[in-house]
Nanobody, 114 residues
Framework: QVQFAESGGGLVQPGGSLRLSCAVS????????IDWYRQAPGKQRELVAA???????NYKDSVKGRFTISRDNTKNTVSLQMDNLRPEDAAVYYC????????WGQGTQVSVSS
């Protein structure tokens, strides 16, 4: 059974930073791509960043240069470092395993406000 433990959300001022973490269990973690998605109120869920088993990364255009996704296969963890946050980055952020029908974490709230 795939399980996620997400952490790191919170309230930050514009220009601030947050680091999200997602610990995944129930899989051979090193073999899988892991994504971060986000969903703001009234909007569709969107892909923010992805990291493959080889460590290749992909980002939504609006977060390039501000967000960094990384993985630690010794801890079965994927992290999303978010710098220079903007109000439009506010959303619930979800860890996602794109395998089978897809598996989702419970989400962690990121709020960006002065």
């Amino acid at each position: 059974q795939v399980q996620f433990a997400e952490s790191g959300g919170g309230l930050v001022q514009p220009g601030g930073s947050l680091r999200l973490s997602c610990a995944v269990s129930g899989i051979v973690f090193s073999r899988y791509t892991i994504d971060w998605y986000r969903q703001a109120p009234g909007k569709q869920r969107e892909l923010v960043a992805a990291i493959t088993s080889a460590g290749d990364t992909n980002y939504k255009d609006s977060v390039k240069g501000r967000f960094t996704i990384s993985r630690d296969n010794t801890k079965n963890t994927v992290s999303l470092q978010m710098d220079n946050l903007r109000p439009e980055d506010a959303a619930v952020y979800y860890c996602h395993l794109p395998a089978g029908f897809g598996y989702w974490g419970q989400g962690t709230q990121v709020s960006v406000s002065s």
